[in-house]
């Protein structure tokens, strides 16, 4: 009986955090929006919430995480 092929697994943290666009750009929502919000003002709390692109000095340590994303 043939040994079954190795294949990675996804890392479940780094799929919660990141997507992956149909264009193969890496996607996140950046941090700091949960709590404390009282003394950030509204420009910032906007700023921290919207959408970002992962720098491309990281993007292929998350690829390797994500070995099954349509890249």
Do not use: C, Q
Request: glycine content about 6%; cysteine-free.
């Amino acid at each position: 009986m043939p040994k079954p092929i190795a294949r990675r697994k996804t890392k479940k943290s780094v799929a919660k955090r990141f997507k992956v666009s149909a264009n193969g750009k890496i996607l996140y929502y950046g941090a700091g929006r949960r709590h404390l919000a009282s003394s950030k003002n509204r420009k910032r709390m906007r700023r921290i919430g919207s959408v970002r692109l992962v720098d491309s000095s990281d993007r292929k340590k998350i690829e390797e995480s994500l070995p099954f994303s349509n890249r």
